[in-house]
T-cell receptor
Framework: GENVEQHPSTLSVQEGDSAVIKCTYSDSASNYFPWYKQELGKRPQLIIDIRSNVGEKKDQRIAVTLNKTAKHFSLHITETQPEDSAVYFCAASSPRGYNKLIFGAGTRLAVHP | NAGVTQTPKFQVLKTGQSMTLQCAQDMNHEYMSWYRQDPGMGLRLIHYSVGAGITDQGEVPNGYNVSRSTTEDFPLRLLSAAPSQTSVYFC???????????FGPGTRLTVT
C-alpha cells in the first residue's frame, strides 16, 4: 500500500547548525512532495514543495531535494534559528486519489540557542 | 478570506454520544478532506471529497461519516463516539488541479 516513512522522529541542533529530515515513499507514481511545519497547538502550514520533474528547490534557508530513482526526498534547513523549532511533516501525493496526500509520521525539531 | 474554518475548537464527549465537526472554506476549493492527528502517527486521512456530492474513504474511515452538499462545507459526523476517537481533527482544502492543501485550525476532541 501507499506509505511514507520519515526520519528522524526527533532532531536536536544548536542555533546556526543545519538540519536534515529525510522521507521515503513507496509508490513510484507519486509526483508531488510537500513539507509542512506545525508549531505547537497550531495548524500545519505548507513551507515548501517539489514536483517530480524537479530535483531541487530552494527558498531562502530551506531547500528540498528529490531522488526519484531511490524514491526519497529531503528537507534541508540551514542557519537554524529557535523559531524553526516545530514538528515537520513530509507528504507524497497518492496517484489513486485526486489531491490525496499521504503523510509521514513527523519530525520534532528543537533548535537550542 | 477566512480560509478554512472549523468549529468547535474543543469538544468533550461521552462514549456513545454522536456529534458533527464542522468545516467550511471560502476559497471555492473543490477538494476537501478530514485528517486525524495522534502523537507519533502524523496526519491520517479519514475521508475526502473531490466536489459537491462526491466523497470517498481515506485510511481510517471507520466510525465516521461525511457528506458534501455544497462546495463550501464538509462536515464530519461521529456516529457513536469511542475513546479511540480522542484526537485532534483537521480539515483541509485544495483547488482543482493543485496539490497544495490548506488546513483549518483543528478541533481537539476528547471522548471519555
Amino acid at each position: 500500500g501507499e506509505n511514507v516513512e520519515q526520519h528522524p522522529s526527533t532532531l536536536s541542533v544548536q542555533e546556526g547548525d543545519s538540519a536534515v529530515i529525510k522521507c521515503t515513499y513507496s509508490d513510484s507514481a507519486s509526483n508531488y512532495f510537500p513539507w509542512y511545519k506545525q508549531e505547537l497547538g497550531k495548524r500545519p502550514q505548507l513551507i515548501i514543495d517539489i514536483r517530480s520533474n524537479v530535483g531541487e528547490k530552494k527558498d531562502q534557508r530551506i531547500a528540498v531535494t528529490l531522488n526519484k530513482t531511490a524514491k526519497h526526498f529531503s528537507l534541508h534547513i540551514t542557519e537554524t534559528q529557535p523559531e524553526d523549532s516545530a514538528v515537520y511533516f513530509c507528504a507524497a501525493s497518492s496517484p489513486r486519489g485526486y489531491n490525496k496526500l499521504i503523510f509521514g509520521a513527523g519530525t520534532r525539531l528543537a533548535v537550542h540557542p | 478570506n477566512a480560509g478554512v474554518t472549523q468549529t468547535p475548537k474543543f469538544q468533550v464527549l461521552k462514549t456513545g454520544q454522536s456529534m458533527t465537526l464542522q468545516c467550511a472554506q471560502d476559497m471555492n476549493h473543490e477538494y476537501m478532506s478530514w485528517y486525524r492527528q495522534d502523537p507519533g502517527m502524523g496526519l491520517r486521512l479519514i475521508h475526502y471529497s473531490v466536489g459537491a456530492g462526491i466523497t470517498d474513504q481515506g485510511e481510517v474511515p471507520n466510525g465516521y461519516n461525511v457528506s458534501r452538499s455544497t462546495t463550501e462545507d464538509f462536515p464530519l459526523r461521529l456516529l457513536s463516539a469511542a475513546p479511540s476517537q480522542t484526537s485532534v481533527y483537521f480539515c483541509a482544502s485544495g483547488g482543482r488541479g493543485k496539490y497544495e492543501q490548506y488546513f483549518g485550525p483543528g478541533t481537539r476532541l476528547t471522548v471519555t
